[in-house]
């Protein structure tokens, strides 16, 4: 399995410039409206959630923490809360409530916790939902990312 720096094509070194010509220059190429005659969709998703990731800062660092600590190639909604994926929905909230409280700006005072603080309310969005959270388990199981049960 690729790592998110794999899908872009650049190295774990690489600074925010060179991820952002990276996502474009795959999204070009993997685009499925620019790419009409070829079923690139999946592709392009992991490209763009590759993107999502690497781009913010507090994030990369979390998903580096990760491939360093648990040998893990990929972050997914259950890593960003922090949680197993066959957690409970009060096993969501709970976790939700604790790195809310620890990322919400208006708590920390620090407004570059607010892009985390959007990913962690999303996970929870989803995870919380048990028909968006059997949809978003068929998807990443598709490229692999489900956690073991």
């Given at each position: 399995?690729?790592?998110?720096?794999?899908?872009?094509g650049v190295h774990h070194t690489a600074d925010a410039e060179m991820i952002k010509k990276a996502f474009?220059?795959?999204?070009?190429?993997?685009?499925?409206?620019?790419?009409?005659?070829?079923?690139?969709?999946?592709?392009?998703?992991?490209?763009?959630?590759?993107?999502?990731?690497?781009?913010?800062?507090?994030?990369?660092?979390?998903?580096?923490?990760?491939?360093?600590?648990?040998?893990?190639?990929?972050?997914?909604?259950?890593?960003?809360?922090?949680?197993?994926?066959?957690?409970?929905?009060?096993?969501?909230?709970?976790?939700?409530?604790?790195?809310?409280?620890?990322?919400?700006?208006?708590?920390?005072?620090?407004?570059?916790?607010?892009?985390?603080?959007?990913?962690?309310?999303?996970?929870?969005?989803?995870?919380?939902?048990?028909?968006?959270?059997?949809?978003?388990?068929?998807?990443?199981?598709?490229?692999?990312?489900?956690?073991?049960?």
């Open positions: 399995m690729k790592t998110l720096y794999e899908v872009l474009r220059d795959k999204s070009k190429e993997l685009h499925p409206d620019l790419n009409p005659e070829g079923d690139t969709t999946r592709e392009f998703r992991l490209c763009y959630y590759a993107y999502s990731v690497l781009r913010d800062t507090e994030m990369r660092r979390r998903y580096d923490r990760k491939l360093q600590d648990l040998g893990k190639e990929m972050i997914t909604l259950y890593d960003v809360l922090e949680i197993h994926n066959s957690a409970s929905v009060a096993e969501v909230k709970k976790s939700f409530r604790k790195l809310a409280f620890l990322f919400h700006p208006d708590i920390t005072g620090d407004s570059s916790t607010a892009r985390y603080f959007r990913m962690i309310y999303y996970a929870n969005t989803v995870l919380s939902d048990h028909e968006t959270r059997g949809r978003y388990d068929q998807k990443i199981a598709q490229f692999g990312l489900l956690p073991n049960g």
